[in-house]
Nanobody, 113 residues
Framework: QVPLVESGGGLVQAGGSLRLSCAAS????????MAWYRQTPGKQREVVATNSSRGRTNYADSVKGRFTISRDNRNNTVYLQMNSLKPEDTAVYYCHAEYSAYWGQGTQVTVSS
């Protein structure tokens, strides 16, 4: 398995920014798509953003224009830049290699009003 470790979460005020990182111990270049998911109490885990190995990105409607997903294959790291944060963005965020069993442990993001 390829361990995935998220970092960068924390507590911020509405309108603030955070940058999440997902570090893999081995190459992520072989994965077609990396993704960020999030989950809040009482809700199903939902996809936030995806990034293909060829650079194509997709975003959930709720974060379009505010979040940016990117990857650095050389450093085996996936990022999620989160701007203009809203209280509704509060959740545990998970890194995932699509179509695999690889998940990170999650990092908490809390946005205060």
């Amino acid at each position: 398995q390829v361990p995935l470790v998220e970092s960068g979460g924390g507590l911020v005020q509405a309108g603030g920014s955070l940058r999440l990182s997902c570090a893999a111990s081995r190459s992520i270049a072989s994965f077609n798509t990396m993704a960020w998911y999030r989950q809040t109490p009482g809700k199903q885990r939902e996809v936030v953003a995806t990034n293909s190995s060829r650079g194509r990105t997709n975003y959930a409607d709720s974060v379009k224009g505010r979040f940016t997903i990117s990857r650095d294959n050389r450093n085996n790291t996936v990022y999620l830049q989160m701007n203009s944060l809203k209280p509704e963005d509060t959740a545990v965020y998970y890194c995932h290699a699509e179509y695999s069993a690889y998940w990170g442990q999650g990092t908490q993001v809390t946005v205060s009003s």
